[in-house]
C-alpha cells in the first residue's frame, strides 16, 4: 500500500491526529471483517478500498481535479448525483461514521446533536478526513433540524450549498422538488462550467441507475435462503459506494452479483442453515460504523437487508431514462427521489409499508429497528413502527445507540435475548 | 449418581446460583454479592457447589446476567432476559398450583414480568413459557435498583427500613431522573428539614413511577403482572407498583433468584 503522508500533508490535514485514526482502523478491519469464513472472493476488492479508505479514492479525486473536474461532497440520498454526473462533476461521500471525529464536533455543537452530524463537522473542522479537504463544494438538504444547523457552521468554512428538502409528499412537494433540481443544476453547471443537455443528464441518468441496478442485484441474492454474503459484507459495499465512481461501482457490485447468484445455485452459505435472519433499519450506518452488524452476526443471526440510507432507500426505484427535455428530466428525477421514505416527511407511512414488503422480500424473522442517539425523528417514527410490526406478528427490537463501546454489552444482552427470543 | 441441573445469574449486585433436580425441584440456593470481578465469585461458587455435593461435573450449567461470559465452567451461556422469562414463568406461571389471592383472576400463561436490577430494568413479556417481547431501561442507573441503594445511603437507611419509612410518608417528589441529580435533591430535601418518611416516600415514588412507565408500555389488562429480582423481597414495592398500574403485582420469596432458575431450567433443553 502506498504511503500516503506526501498528499495528506498536501491537503492540509492534521497528519499527527490523522495517524490515530489510521491506526485503529486496520485493527476494527480485522476483527470485523476478516474473521468472518467463507467470504465471497469478489469482496477483495472492497477489503483492497477499505485498507486505504482514506488514500486510494482520494488519490484519483486529486488527479481528476488536476483535469480540471469539480468535486461535489455531498451528505444525504436525496441530492441527486445524476445532475453532477451530466456536469462532468464528481460525487463523493464525506466522513463521519466515527466516534473518532465526535470530540472535534463537539467543540462547536450542542452535545445532544447526533453523532453522524457531529462526527462530519469534526471531521471537517479537525482536518482529518481527506474528503473534506478534497471537496471543491459541499452540497447539503434539509432533512434534519440538527443538520441545518451544522451547516450555517460548516458553511464559514467550505463553500456550501443546500437543497430545500419538502417536508411532506403531496403533488405540488414533489413539483417543487424539481424546481428545487433545476436550481440546483443552474449552480452545478456555473461551478463546473459545464452546460446541462437532454443528452448528457441522459446519459447520467443511465449511469446512476445502472449503479442501482447492479446493487439491487447484490441486494437481491441475500433474498435467498441460502445467503451467499454477510450483512457486514454487504454493508460495507454500500457504505463504499458512496466513494466511488458509479461506472466501477456498477461494474464491481455486478462482478459481485454473478458469485453471489452462483453461490446461491450451489448452495453455498455464510450461515448454518436456521440461522435467524435479521432486517436492519433506521438511521444511517456511515463508514467505518461496523456496530450493529458486528454485534448481531456475532450473537448467532444474520443480517440480511438495511432497510436505511446506507442500503435500500440508496438505490431503490430508478430514474426514469424517456426524458426529451431538461424539464421532464427534473420530473423524473423528482418523481424517484421523491420514493424515497425518510422520517423527514410528515406522514411517513411509505417506510413502514416498505419495511413490511422487505420482511417479505428477504425471509426476515426479526426487524431491529435502531437509530443513532438524539436522532428525534427516527427515535419519534419507532413508536409507529413498532406498533405497525406487531400488529403485523413481526417480532421488532428497537434500540438507540452512538459511536461509542461503552453501550456494546448492553446491545449484545438486547440483540442476544432477541435472537434467543426468535429460536425458541 | 444423580444429575443436576444448575442455573448461576451473576448480576451487577449479586450472584444467585441454583440447584435443581431432575424433577425440577428447587434443591439449593446460594446468594452472594459480586463483588468485583465476577469470575472469582464463579470460581467461589464452584467451590460452594462441591462443598455441597452437588457433582459438577455430572450437572448442567447454564450461567446468566452481564458477567456470564465469565463462568468459565458453564456449559452454556444465556441472556438474562430468556432466563427471568424461564425463570418467572417457573414461579409464577401455569405450571405451579396457587400463585396468590387473587389467583382465579390472573391469566397464568400471559405474564409481564417487572425485574428491577442492580444496573438495569427490564419488563419481560411471556406467553406459554416463551419470551415474546421485552424492554430494558436506558444505559443509566435511573429506575434501578442502584437508584434506590444510592438514596437510602444517603439517608443511611437499609432497604427495608426504607421501605418501612416511605410507607409512612407522603406528598414530596423528586423530579430529578438522573441518579447524581437526584440525590443532591435528596441531600436538599434533608437540609430543608423535610421529614424522613416524606424523603423516603419520593425515593421509592420516583423509581416506582419511572419503572412502570416502561412497563406500560408493553402491560394489557389481561396479563399477570410479577416482580423479581431482589426488591421483589418488599411488598411495599409490589403494592406501590400494582397501585401504579391499577392491577394486583405479584411477589414471591423466590423472585430474587428468578434468572438463576430460569438459567437452571435451560439446562434441561
Known amino acids: ?424 | 449418581m444423580s444429575k443436576f441441573y444448575i442455573g448461576i445469574d451473576i448480576g451487577s449486585t449479586s450472584a444467585k446460583t441454583i440447584v435443581l433436580d431432575e424433577n425440577k425441584n428447587i434443591i439449593e440456593r446460594i446468594l452472594l454479592p459480586t463483588g468485583w470481578s465476577s469470575k472469582e465469585t464463579s470460581e467461589i461458587i464452584l467451590k460452594k457447589l462441591n462443598e455441597l455435593n452437588f457433582n459438577v461435573g455430572n450437572s448442567t450449567i447454564v450461567a446468566t446476567g452481564y458477567g456470564r461470559v465469565s463462568v468459565s465452567f458453564a456449559n452454556k451461556a444465556v441472556t438474562e432476559i430468556t432466563c427471568h422469562g424461564k425463570g418467572a414463568n417457573y414461579l409464577f406461571g401455569s405450571n405451579t398450583p396457587s400463585v396468590g389471592v387473587n389467583d382465579d383472576k390472573a391469566i397464568d400463561n400471559n405474564l409481564l414480568i417487572i425485574d428491577i436490577g442492580g444496573q438495569d430494568t427490564k419488563i419481560i413479556q411471556v406467553e406459554n413459557g416463551s419470551v415474546v417481547d421485552f424492554l430494558m431501561n436506558d444505559k443509566c442507573s435511573a429506575g434501578t435498583g442502584r437508584f434506590l441503594e444510592v438514596m437510602s445511603n444517603a439517608l443511611n437507611l437499609k432497604m427495608d427500613e426504607l421501605c418501612d419509612m416511605a410507607s409512612k410518608g407522603s406528598d414530596t417528589h423528586i423530579s430529578s431522573l438522573c441518579t447524581v441529580f437526584a440525590e443532591s435533591e435528596v441531600i436538599s430535601l434533608i437540609g430543608r428539614g423535610e421529614k424522613r418518611e416524606n424523603i423516603a416516600f419520593a425515593i421509592v415514588d420516583s423509581i416506582i413511577k419511572k419503572v412502570c412507565q416502561q412497563a406500560q408500555r408493553l402491560y394489557k389488562p389481561n396479563m399477570k403482572v410479577c416482580l423479581t429480582g431482589g426488591l421483589s423481597e418488599f411488598k411495599y414495592i409490589s403494592d406501590s407498583l400494582g397501585k401504579e398500574l391499577k392491577t394486583e403485582v405479584y411477589a414471591k420469596k423466590d423472585g430474587r433468584y428468578a434468572g438463576a432458575i430460569g438459567a437452571a431450567l435451560m439446562g434441561f433443553i
Not at chain 1, 452545478?188 to 449503479?211: M, P, S, W, Y
Not at chain 1, 458512496?242 to 452459505?269: G, H, I, Q, W, Y
Not at chain 1, 435500500?312 to 431538461?326: A, G, K, W
Open chain 1, 1 to 424: 500500500m502506498a504511503d500516503r503522508h506526501e498528499m495528506w500533508k498536501s491537503l492540509g490535514m492534521n497528519i499527527e491526529q490523522h495517524d490515530v485514526l489510521c491506526s485503529v482502523l486496520p485493527g476494527a478491519v480485522g476483527d470485523v471483517f476478516m474473521s468472518q469464513k467463507n467470504r465471497p472472493k469478489g469482496m477483495e476488492f472492497w477489503d483492497m478500498v477499505v485498507a486505504d479508505v482514506h488514500g486510494i479514492r482520494p488519490a484519483e479525486l486529486i488527479e481528476e481535479q488536476k483535469k480540471g473536474r469539480k468535486v461535489f461532497g455531498t451528505f444525504c440520498v436525496y441530492v441527486p448525483d445524476e445532475v453532477i454526473i451530466a456536469c462532468n462533476g464528481i460525487v463523493t461521500g464525506l466522513c463521519g461514521g466515527s466516534q473518532f471525529w465526535v470530540p472535534d464536533g463537539e467543540a462547536v455543537l450542542p452535545k445532544n446533536t447526533c453523532p453522524l452530524i457531529k462526527a462530519s463537522v469534526g471531521a471537517r473542522l479537525g482536518k482529518t478526513c481527506p474528503f473534506f479537504r478534497i471537496a471543491d463544494m459541499y452540497v447539503g438538504e434539509t432533512t434534519c433540524d440538527g443538520k441545518k444547523k451544522a451547516y450555517e457552521i460548516l458553511g464559514e468554512d467550505v463553500p456550501m450549498y443546500v437543497m430545500d428538502v419538502p417536508q411532506m409528499k403531496r403533488p405540488e412537494d414533489i413539483e417543487r422538488w424539481a424546481h428545487e433540481i433545476a436550481l440546483f443544476a443552474k449552480k452545478v453547471e456555473e461551478f463546473t462550467g459545464v452546460k446541462l443537455t437532454v443528452e448528457n443528464l441522459k446519459k447520467a441518468i443511465h449511469i446512476i441507475n445502472e449503479k442501482r441496478k447492479a446493487m439491487q442485484r447484490v441486494y437481491d441474492t441475500r433474498k435467498n435462503k441460502t445467503l451467499p454474503i454477510s450483512g457486514r459484507d454487504s454493508l460495507l459495499m454500500t457504505q463504499i459506494s458512496f466513494f466511488d465512481d458509479p461506472e466501477r461501482c456498477a461494474t464491481m457490485c455486478n462482478k459481485l452479483a454473478d458469485e453471489l447468484e452462483e453461490r446461491v445455485k450451489n448452495n453455498v452459505s455464510v450461515v448454518d442453515a436456521g440461522t435467524k435472519r435479521i432486517l436492519v433499519t433506521g438511521t444511517p450506518l456511515a463508514i467505518p460504523n461496523w456496530k450493529l452488524h458486528n454485534i448481531i452476526e456475532t450473537t448467532g443471526a444474520a443480517v440480511v437487508c438495511e432497510e436505511m440510507c446506507t442500503g435500500t432507500r440508496y438505490f431503490e426505484n430508478l430514474v426514469d431514462e424517456n426524458i426529451n427535455s431538461l424539464e421532464e428530466g427534473f420530473k423524473a428525477l423528482a418523481n424517484r427521489y421523491m420514493k424515497t421514505n425518510c422520517a423527514c416527511f410528515t406522514p411517513n407511512t411509505g417506510r413502514i409499508d416498505d419495511i413490511k414488503r422487505m420482511v417479505k422480500e428477504y425471509n426476515v424473522d426479526g426487524v431491529i429497528d435502531c437509530n443513532l442517539k438524539f436522532c428525534c425523528l427516527y427515535d419519534t417514527e419507532k413508536f409507529s413502527v413498532g406498533r405497525a410490526l406487531k400488529e403485523a406478528n413481526i417480532p421488532v427490537l428497537q434500540l438507540e445507540t452512538d459511536y461509542t463501546d461503552t453501550d456494546a454489552e448492553q446491545l449484545r444482552t438486547r440483540i442476544g435475548a432477541f435472537v434467543e427470543m426468535l429460536n425458541k
